[in-house]
């Protein structure tokens, strides 16, 4: 009789701890579900207002000033500092149609070989600086690209030899629309995908399957998160990560960006981490640091700077050194321009030029252009 007592009561127990686990993790694992069930929400409604944001800006007229400054880089340790060129652009923009004018002037790198900090290098063969001026005319219809670069300039090396070069080309595969003329993706022209920030929110598969260039592998995986609301130079921002895991599931780099809600929800601020370097210190981060209204209720940035730091000491000792800069001057914008009917389809290149044509990725002739538009 005792020992059937003793098992009614050990059963009883029994029973109590069941319930009380259960009690216990089942509405846990229902409120993780559920969190993630509102963050996907949250996301989805995100990525919405920002698909409506963009398309505002399907057709535009910029012209803007770039200034890049190398204060500090490895490439070429002996070279004088800093290395400043100045560049103007002219984009004209329709969908994915676009021209793109560029004119550079100041003191260029060119590297010959990646040989850390030049020591390794052949002399003979070495790294070097130019001054000059180069320009580039980029001209895409989505089907046909068209493309036209000059360079004068002269090598900063013994010998100060003068380079002149004239290039022309036609090619089937069409050129990817630079971030600059995307107002959502305008801080990450250096290092991010070319795609609309809505297409970089979703997944890898659908920055992917977008006409653009991704700099990201087809078997990572995209992680977004949203944070929550923060305030950034007055504005008030959704701040979101954007992680890229590798496909062992080791998590590689990091995006933070914070949405300015009062600015069409373009991001006013951008830290990018690489985790080999550091989990802790961002390695790039990009402003912007005035604004335009160019209609009632829509905004383009104004002035804006990149920040690049040098991965090496931020990697070995934590801090961060400044490699080099862009800083950006939009100088005007216009929404819904009129185009000329051949803008994105023509390209007047000037008598002399060398242009070569290609088809599937392959050389098939070259053309000696005599102020032909072709």
């Not at 560049?87 to 994915?96: E, R």
């Not at 000037?350 to 392959?362: A, C, F, N």
């Given at each position: 009789?005792?020992?059937?007592?003793?098992?009614?009561?050990?059963?009883?127990?029994?029973?109590?701890?069941?319930?009380?686990?259960?009690?216990?993790?089942?509405?846990?694992?229902?409120?993780?579900?559920?969190?993630?069930t509102?963050?996907?929400?949250?996301?989805?409604?995100?990525?919405?207002?920002?698909?409506?944001?963009?398309?505002?800006?399907?057709?535009?007229k910029?012209?803007?000033?770039?200034?890049?400054?190398?204060?500090?880089?490895?490439?070429?340790?002996?070279?004088?500092?800093?290395?400043?060129?100045?560049?103007?652009?002219?984009?004209?923009?329709?969908?994915?149609?676009?021209?793109?004018?560029?004119?550079?002037?100041?003191?260029?790198?060119?590297?010959?070989?990646?040989?850390?900090?030049?020591?390794?290098?052949?002399?003979?063969?070495?790294?070097?600086?130019?001054?000059?001026?180069?320009?580039?005319?980029?001209?895409?219809?989505?089907?046909?690209?068209?493309?036209?670069?000059?360079?004068?300039?002269?090598a900063?090396?013994?010998?100060q030899?003068?380079?002149?070069?004239?290039?022309?080309?036609?090619s089937?595969?069409?050129?990817?629309?630079?971030?600059?003329?995307?107002?959502?993706?305008?801080?990450?022209?250096?290092?991010?995908?070319?795609?609309?920030?809505?297409?970089?929110?979703k997944?890898?598969?659908?920055?992917?399957?977008?006409?653009?260039?991704?700099?990201?592998?087809?078997?990572?995986?995209?992680?977004?998160?949203?944070?929550?609301?923060?305030?950034?130079?007055g504005?008030?921002?959704?701040r979101?990560?954007?992680?890229?895991?590798?496909?062992?599931?080791?998590?590689?780099?990091?995006r933070?960006?914070?949405?300015?809600?009062?600015?069409?929800?373009?991001?006013?601020?951008?830290?990018?981490?690489?985790?080999?370097?550091?989990?802790?210190?961002?390695?790039?981060?990009?402003?912007?640091?005035?604004?335009?209204?160019?209609?009632?209720?829509?905004?383009?940035?104004?002035?804006?700077?990149?920040?690049?730091?040098?991965?090496?000491?931020?990697?070995?000792?934590?801090?961060?050194?400044?490699?080099?800069?862009?800083?950006?001057?939009?100088?005007?914008?216009?929404?819904?321009?009129?185009?000329?009917?051949?803008?994105?389809?023509?390209?007047?290149?000037?008598?002399?030029?060398?242009?070569?044509?290609?088809?599937?990725?392959?050389?098939?002739?070259?053309?000696?252009?005599?102020?032909?538009?072709?």
């Amino acid at each position: 009789m005792l020992i059937q007592k003793i098992k009614l009561i050990r059963h009883a127990a029994s029973i109590c701890i069941v319930s009380l686990l259960t009690a216990v993790f089942m509405p846990l694992s229902a409120q993780c579900e559920e969190n993630g069930t509102a963050q996907s929400e949250k996301l989805q409604k995100l990525i919405r207002e920002v698909e409506k944001y963009e398309a505002t800006y399907h057709a535009l007229k910029l012209n803007l000033t770039s200034t890049k400054n190398e204060q500090d880089t490895f490439f070429i340790p002996d070279a004088p500092k800093p290395i400043i060129a100045e560049t103007q652009i002219a984009l004209d923009v329709q969908g994915l149609n676009f021209r793109q004018e560029e004119q550079s002037k100041g003191r260029f790198i060119v590297i010959v070989q990646r040989a850390l900090g030049g020591l390794k290098q052949d002399p003979a063969n070495a790294n070097y600086t130019q001054s000059g001026t180069k320009e580039r005319i980029t001209v895409s219809d989505g089907k046909t690209s068209r493309y036209f670069w000059k360079e004068d300039v002269v090598a900063e090396k013994k010998g100060q030899q003068r380079e002149t070069s004239i290039q022309g080309g036609i090619s089937d595969k069409p050129m990817h629309l630079p971030n600059l003329a995307r107002p959502h993706m305008f801080l990450m022209e250096n290092g991010g995908p070319q795609v609309p920030l809505s297409t970089y929110l979703k997944s890898i598969k659908a920055i992917h399957s977008f006409p653009g260039r991704y700099y990201l592998r087809k078997d990572a995986t995209l992680n977004v998160q949203i944070l929550g609301t923060e305030e950034f130079q007055g504005l008030e921002c959704t701040r979101i990560i954007l992680e890229i895991i590798d496909p062992k599931g080791t998590p590689r780099t990091r995006r933070e960006l914070w949405l300015a809600r009062d600015r069409n929800l373009i991001p006013v601020r951008s830290l990018g981490y690489t985790y080999r370097d550091s989990k802790e210190m961002p390695i790039s981060e990009a402003i912007v640091d005035k604004w335009q209204e160019v209609r009632p209720g829509v905004w383009f940035p104004r002035q804006a700077h990149y920040k690049r730091f040098d991965s090496f000491t931020v990697r070995r000792k934590g801090q961060q050194k400044l490699s080099w800069q862009v800083k950006y001057n939009i100088n005007s914008v216009h929404l819904d321009p009129q185009f000329p009917p051949d803008v994105f389809t023509t390209l007047k290149f000037p008598s002399g030029t060398k242009v070569t044509v290609v088809k599937d990725g392959k050389i098939i002739k070259t053309i000696d252009a005599e102020a032909n538009e072709l």
